[in-house]
T-cell receptor, first 113, second 115 residues
Framework: GEDVEQSLFLSVREGDSSVINCTYTDSSSTYLYWYKQEPGAGLQLLTYIFSNMDMKQDQRLTVLLNKKDKHLSLRIADTQTGDSAIYFCAETPGYSSASKIIFGSGTRLSIRP | DTAVSQTPKYLVTQMGNDKSIKCEQNLGHDTMYWYKQDSKKFLKIMFSYNNKELIINETVPNRFSPKSPDKAHLNLHINSLELGDSAVYFC??????????????FGQGTRLTVV
C-alpha cells in the first residue's frame, strides 16, 4: 500500500534549525519530495531526492533519506519568518508510472521570535 | 505568465447545483491532475490525465467528471453538489518522464464552498 505520514505541527525559534520528519510505506518509491504551501497559495516544489541517495543539500535545505527505515527528513537551517508554511512530504510510487504523487498530511511550521 | 491557472479562485454555490472548475497549463506538460485539499489540509489525488487520457481515478464519486479537451486543459465538472464537496481543489501538471523526476506544478487552487 501507499501511505505517507508526518506530524501535523512544528514550532521553532527564529534562527534555529527546523527538522520536519516523514515516513512512507512504499519501499519501491523512486522519488521523494518536499513541497511548501504558503497561506492561500498552491504547492511549490522545494526539493526532491532520488531513492538511491542518502542526502541532498541545497543552500539552507538538507534532505536525509533512510531507505531502510523509510524515513525522510527536511532540515531548514537558520529558520526565518518567511519559512512559515505547511510542508508536504510526497512520493512517486515505484509500482506505477510517474503519473501519481502521494502526499503526506503536511506539517505546519510556525516560527516564534 | 502563469504556468498553471485555474478559474474561478472562489466558488460559493448551493447544494444540488452543478458547477465546473477550469484548468489550463502553458508548460507543454503531458500529465495533468486534480487534487482535493480538505479543511485539515489533507491532499488527495482525484484524477490524473496523460495526453488527454484518464490514467488515475481514485474512487471519486461519479458526480465528479473530468474533461480534457486537449493536453493543456483539464476541467472538473461536479454534479449535484453536496456539503462534503466543500474543499480547495488544486490542478497540477507535470512532464511525465517515466521513472525520472516528476516535478508537479500547482495552480493557486479553487476554494469551493457548498451551502
Amino acid at each position: 500500500g501507499e501511505d505517507v505520514e508526518q506530524s501535523l505541527f512544528l514550532s521553532v525559534r527564529e534562527g534555529d534549525s527546523s527538522v520536519i520528519n516523514c515516513t512512507y510505506t512504499d519501499s519501491s518509491s523512486t522519488y521523494l519530495y518536499w513541497y511548501k504551501q504558503e497561506p492561500g497559495a498552491g504547492l511549490q516544489l522545494l526539493t526532491y531526492i532520488f531513492s538511491n541517495m542518502d542526502m541532498k543539500q541545497d543552500q539552507r535545505l538538507t534532505v536525509l533519506l533512510n531507505k531502510k527505515d523509510k524515513h525522510l527528513s527536511l532540515r531548514i537551517a537558520d529558520t526565518q519568518t518567511g519559512d512559515s508554511a505547511i510542508y508536504f512530504c510526497a512520493e512517486t510510487p515505484g509500482y506505477s508510472s510517474a503519473s501519481k504523487i502521494i502526499f503526506g498530511s503536511g506539517t505546519r511550521l510556525s516560527i516564534r521570535p | 505568465d502563469t504556468a498553471v491557472s485555474q478559474t474561478p479562485k472562489y466558488l460559493v454555490t448551493q447544494m444540488g447545483n452543478d458547477k465546473s472548475i477550469k484548468c489550463e497549463q502553458n508548460l507543454g506538460h503531458d500529465t495533468m491532475y486534480w487534487y482535493k485539499q480538505d479543511s485539515k489540509k489533507f491532499l488527495k489525488i482525484m484524477f490524473s490525465y496523460n495526453n488527454k487520457e484518464l490514467i488515475i481515478n481514485e474512487t471519486v464519486p461519479n458526480r465528479f467528471s473530468p474533461k480534457s479537451p486537449d493536453k493543456a486543459h483539464l476541467n472538473l465538472h461536479i454534479n449535484s453538489l453536496e456539503l462534503g464537496d466543500s474543499a480547495v481543489y488544486f490542478c497540477a501538471s507535470s512532464q511525465d518522464l517515466g521513472q525520472r523526476n516528476t516535478e508537479a506544478f500547482f495552480g493557486q487552487g479553487t476554494r469551493l464552498t457548498v451551502v
